[in-house]
Nanobody, 128 residues
Framework: QVQLVESGGGLVQAGNSLRLSCTGS????????MAWFRQAPGQEREFVAG????????YYRDSVQGRFTISRDNAKKTVYLQMDSLRPEDTGVYYC?????????????????????WGQGTQVTVSS
């Protein structure tokens, strides 16, 4: 069983930055592909960014490309999401997720069904 704990959410004005953190409990954290999803009220959960375990390959949804950066520190068993130039449409609950699925493309890893372990979520609110 892997536990994931997110932190770093909050209320910010548009144009500002936030950094989310997600710390995991797995001994083998380094092999997990990690991702951030978000869910706005009344909308489906959507993929935001992901990073693979072995290759450090990263992938972003188009709307955050160039503004968000995902990274990981395997020694600390932590994945980060640096969010810059935040927009009101970035508002939502952000979830950290982990999977041991390997050897596949981001087309598949971008699906929430691929992830076994989820954090409790952290609220991000961006005011205009």
């Amino acid at each position: 069983q892997v536990q994931l704990v997110e932190s770093g959410g909050g209320l910010v004005q548009a144009g500002n930055s936030l950094r989310l953190s997600c710390t995991g409990s797995a001994h083998t954290f380094s092999i997990y592909a990690m991702a951030w999803f978000r869910q706005a009220p009344g909308q489906e959960r959507e993929f935001v960014a992901g990073i693979k375990g072995r290759t450090d390959s990263r992938y972003y949804r188009d709307s955050v490309q160039g503004r968000f950066t995902i990274s990981r520190d395997n020694a600390k068993k932590t994945v980060y999401l640096q969010m810059d130039s935040l927009r009101p449409e970035d508002t939502g609950v952000y979830y950290c997720a982990a999977t041991t699925t390997i050897g596949t493309t981001w087309d598949i890893l971008g699906r929430s069904s691929q992830y076994t372990y989820w954090g409790q979520g952290t609220q991000v609110t961006v005011s205009s």
